[in-house]
């Protein structure tokens, strides 16, 4: 079996133990270390282990300053399966209590157990009072049903009775995997003498190998992973729910800073736009205005930006779920369902939370459309989200679909497998994705344009691809038009010819209205043999236009009637293989100009023009001045 690793988070009012707990559990003061953090890679700032006799791997998170906490928390909450949340005996819950108690639940954080620190400092009547206290002030919020433990962290009274509770509460929880792709926000970066950059976060999902290629988001830089290390120790991988330091090299510290992501594949996107579920705190000091500036606390990073409502011009005081979009002043890494937490910039209080429904928003207009629409995208099965961007976009491959729906890799392959076998998606040899719907609609367009085109022009072999592409190009992007018709030559309800496209059932034919007369210019050709006259001659005696005239010879010529002597003589294709047999017939392996001629019997004006198309058509191939039959043109 994998070893299994946990994380645990310690959370509570200033001074009410936080840090003293964690080192009565793990004998690690993280205090002390944090004067260290710079000097060396082993150090885990904040970060200690604790070890128990049955070989689970557990990581203690001491989060003391605030600011600091809510970011730990972000960053860490795809790594936090439990938070102890600690509150003195001697003060209760205090206003910062509140403030984690919030901010844990809109961070979505299920596990949890309350330490109440300090017993030595109150008596036994008094502890029972504060525990009730403290459940009172605990009610309606996830940590009402939480399991009660007091300590005394300084004489260690109390300490193994939390080491048993802790280890019970993570029997429910569920073992993380750690498939996917790998994802480290950064929340630390420093460079160590003679070692280069040094990074440092949670890895929120996947694994990494030592010596792995690794890309730096937002800017895209390549890297690699040269040494891992969790908890002091080199490790030639480190997995999902970790603390992890790496050792990056092909990157100087300034390049990388807190908020970047490291990834392993192109399954992310950068974005400045996120479309978003959020719920308030309970009580708002002033009111949320329509595009008031917020802060995003998301991964490690903390970005400005503006709040955009669809469906309200402010909020104040407001219990439900908001569907609402935030606009950044910089770019983030994030995928759907993060969670992340909203704050105001002044006056400095947390505003809500809640979790990210569309990792690349679009602009949409203010209305119940958008909410409907954004409700969609909130509820949304793999289907519907695939359906969603597939719509927006038209045309995306894997990659793009993952980038923009957050969808593993796995479950997206799945569930266009079963769209595809179900007719709402096509895929075409280029391995793009589009919905059949919007197909369909391009499909009755261009069969439209297609038989105008046809009963226009009959004669012609069909409508250039690039006039198709260009008349579809206003309507869709001109890679969905290509994807279309590539996808309507699978299906063969179109065909191409050349560079020509027509429907799969059409010929090339003459136009009913100029038939007899077209007719009679072939039978006058066909009489005239080899000895034409020119093109326009035949024409001018009947009442076709010129341009009529032009597009019946190469209609003739296309379609393999005729052949084009001269620039402007066609010969009829009979008339062309009755002369060359006969020239065949009477000539030996090779033959001059007159030899022809006498066969023939036609003057030079003919000759010297028949003998070229010989060439052009591989019958013959040109010596000095007689010309050779083929051996691969002889039946
Ligand atoms: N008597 C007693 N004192 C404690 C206990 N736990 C912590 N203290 C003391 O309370 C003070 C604050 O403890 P810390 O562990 O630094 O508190 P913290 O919650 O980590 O503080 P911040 O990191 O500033 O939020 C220290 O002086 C500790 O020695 C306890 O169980 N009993």
Do not use: C, K, W
């Given at each position: 079996m994998d070893d299994v690793y946990y994380t645990i988070g310690m959370a509570g009012?200033?001074?009410?133990g936080k840090t003293t707990l964690t080192k009565a559990l793990t004998n690690i003061d993280t205090d002390r270390l944090k004067e260290e953090k710079?000097?060396?890679?082993s150090i885990e700032l904040g970060y200690a282990p604790l070890r128990t006799e049955d070989g689970t791997h557990i990581s203690i998170v001491d989060v003391p300053g605030h600011e600091r906490f809510i970011r730990q928390m972000i960053a860490g909450v795809a790594g936090i399966d439990l938070v102890v949340l600690v509150i003195a005996a001697d003060e209760g819950v205090m206003p910062q209590t509140r403030e984690h108690v919030e901010i844990l639940e809109f961070l979505g954080i299920q596990h949890c157990i309350v330490a109440i620190s300090k017993?030595?400092?109150?008596?036994e009547e008094m502890l029972e009072l504060v525990a009730e206290d403290v459940k009172d002030g605990l009610a309606?919020?996830?940590?009402?049903n939480a399991p009660f433990v007091y300590v005394d962290s300084l004489s260690g009274n109390g300490i193994s009775m939390l080491k048993q509770t802790i280890r019970d509460a993570l029997t429910e929880v569920d073992h993380r995997d750690a498939y996917g792709s790998f994802r480290l926000p950064i929340d630390q970066v420093f460079s160590v003498q003679g070692q280069g950059t040094v990074v440092r976060g949670t890895i929120y999902e996947g694994i990494i190998q030592k010596g792995s290629q690794l890309t730096l988001l937002p800017k895209g830089k390549k890297v690699k992973a040269r040494q891992i290390q969790v908890h002091h120790q080199d490790q030639d991988q480190a997995r999902a729910g970790q603390r992890t330091a790496i050792n990056l090299?092909?990157?100087?510290?300034?390049?990388v800073s807190r908020g970047n992501v490291l990834v392993s594949s192109d399954h992310f996107l950068v974005t400045d736009t996120v479309d978003v579920v959020l719920q308030f705190v309970d009580e708002l000091t002033i009111p949320i205005k329509q595009r008031a500036p917020v802060k995003i606390h998301v991964g490690t990073s903390e970005v400005m930006g503006k709040i955009v409502f669809?469906?309200?011009?402010?909020?104040?005081?407001?219990s439900d779920e908001v569907l609402c979009q935030i606009r950044l002043d910089e770019n983030v890494v994030v995928r759907r369902g993060d969670r992340f937490i909203l704050r105001r910039?002044?006056?400095?209080e947390t505003l809500g939370g809640g979790w990210i429904i569309q990792p690349k928003g679009g602009k949409y207009r203010f209305g119940a459309e958008t909410i409907q629409m954004l409700r969609k995208k909130q509820e949304g099965t793999p289907k519907d989200l695939i359906d969603d961007v597939l719509a927006k976009h038209l045309l995306l491959d894997e990659k793009e679909l993952i980038q923009l729906t957050s969808l593993d890799e796995n479950e997206l392959k799945e569930t266009i497998e079963k769209e595809i076998a179900d007719g709402n998606i096509i895929k075409v040899s280029n391995q793009k994705y589009g919905l059949t719907k919007i197909f369909l609609k391009l499909k009755d367009g261009v069969i439209d344009q297609l038989e105008g085109y046809h009963n226009d022009f009959?004669?012609?072999?069909?409508?250039p691809k690039a006039e198709l592409v260009q008349f579809f190009s206003g309507l869709y992007p001109k890679s969905f038009v290509e994807f279309g018709i590539t996808k309507l030559m699978q299906d063969e309800d179109i065909q191409k010819t050349d560079q020509f496209i027509a429907i799969s059932t059409f010929t090339p034919h003459l136009p009913k209205r100029w038939k007899a007369r077209m007719e009679e210019i072939i039978d006058q050709l066909q009489a005239d043999n080899v000895e034409v006259k020119k093109w326009e001659e035949y024409v001018a005696?009947?009442?076709?236009s010129k341009n009529e005239g032009a597009e019946l010879a190469t209609y003739l010529v296309q379609s393999d009637?005729?052949?084009?002597?001269t620039d402007d003589m066609l010969v009829h294709r009979t008339s062309f293989e009755a002369a060359l047999a006969k020239l065949r017939k009477q000539t030996g392996e090779t033959f001059g100009l007159k030899e022809a001629k006498d066969v023939l019997n036609v003057s030079r004006k003919f000759l010297i023009p028949f003998l070229e198309l010989l060439d052009q058509l591989k019958w013959t191939t040109r010596l000095e001045d007689k010309r050779k039959w083929r051996i691969n043109s002889e039946e």
């Open positions: 009012h200033i001074d009410h710079e000097r060396s890679i017993m030595d400092r109150v008596d309606g919020t996830i940590f009402s090299s092909g990157v100087d510290r300034d390049e669809f469906d309200r011009n402010e909020v104040q005081q407001e910039p002044t006056p400095v009959p004669m012609r072999l069909g409508m005696a009947t009442p076709l009637q005729a052949y084009r002597l």
